[in-house]
């Protein structure tokens, strides 16, 4: 299995960006995908999960500003994020499950 991100960035404060996570190699669809972020001296952290229902959650820091999609026919989870803060700087990591597979991260920095 292959979790294939892109979409990462520089973006000024208040811009918007868009990332992409593809699944390939597999022919089912996860019950669960999803995006974490890591960034600089923190705990990796959950951003926003995805069920094959449509079911979401989100980190409170995020509400109302990310917000996150799949297409179970391609195996891609997205996540659009507006209004982006300087404090949303980090690696974001794809997440799959079960069984569980990680991406190898995109850089998204905001900065002015």
């Known amino acids: 299995v292959q979790l294939v991100e892109s979409g990462g960035g520089l973006v000024q404060p208040g811009g918007s960006l868009t990332l992409s996570c593809a699944a390939s190699?597999?022919?089912?669809?996860?019950?669960?995908m999803g995006w974490y972020r890591q960034a600089p001296g923190k705990e990796r952290e959950l951003v926003a999960s995805?069920?094959?229902?449509?079911?979401?959650n989100y980190a409170y820091s995020v509400k109302g500003r990310f917000t996150i999609s799949r297409d179970n026919f391609k195996n891609t989870v997205y996540l659009q994020m507006n209004s982006l803060k300087l404090e949303d700087t980090a690696v974001y990591y794809c997440?799959?499950?079960?069984?569980?597979?990680w991406g190898q991260g995109t850089q998204v920095t905001v900065s002015s």
């Open positions: 995805i069920t094959t229902g449509s079911s979401t």
């Open positions: 997440n799959v499950r079960w069984p569980e597979y």
């Open positions: 190699g597999i022919i089912f669809s996860f019950d669960r």
